[in-house]
């Protein structure tokens, strides 16, 4: 999918949450300024968050408790150790969305059955979403 501005991508985010389940995980790859936050921030506005939605670099995880369902938004881009991932407690986000930027970081074996969205760059500023779908998404997969 092609993806002309910012909005687009926090469309995109904002599709994505309508299907979204309590305990899915979708990560979201691609380098740094291609749009994983503002993919996060539609997520997390469509389901009726009204403030800012700041990137959790330094926070490493952004907890939305309040909405339905709860989202954690967790960027690991300043993980260096796949073990470390057991230190941030992201097993108290079992009952909520997980968004993971940078989700390698954790290692290749993490989060096997999450709906895996890629983003890269295009010619002339637009940027490319890819995905791959895990079973639990087949029927919910809303970007096509």
């Keep these: 999918m092609i993806l002309k ?3 687009e991508t926090a469309a995109a985010g904002a599709a994505l ?13 691609g380098p740094l300024g291609v ?28 907890p939305y408790e309040e909405l339905e369902p709860p989202v954690c938004h967790v960027d690991l881009y300043r993980i260096e150790d796949p073990e470390e991932i057991e230190e941030i407690g992201l097993d108290a986000a079992a009952e909520a969305v997980l968004l993971v930027e940078w989700p390698e970081r954790a290692g290749a074996r993490a989060w096997p059955d999450a709906l895996a969205l890629s ?26």
């Design 35 to 62: 749009g994983k936050t503002a993919l996060a921030r539609g997520f997390i506005a469509a389901l009726g968050y009204q403030g800012d939605v700041p990137s959790p670099s330094f926070a490493i995880v952004q």
């Design 119 to 144: 983003l890269d760059f295009a010619p002339g500023g637009d940027r490319i979403l890819t995905a791959e779908v895990p079973p639990s998404w087949e029927g919910r997969w809303v970007l096509r």
């Design 5 to 7: 501005s910012e909005e």
């Design 17 to 29: 949450a309508h299907a979204a389940r309590e305990g899915d995980v979708i990560t979201l790859s």
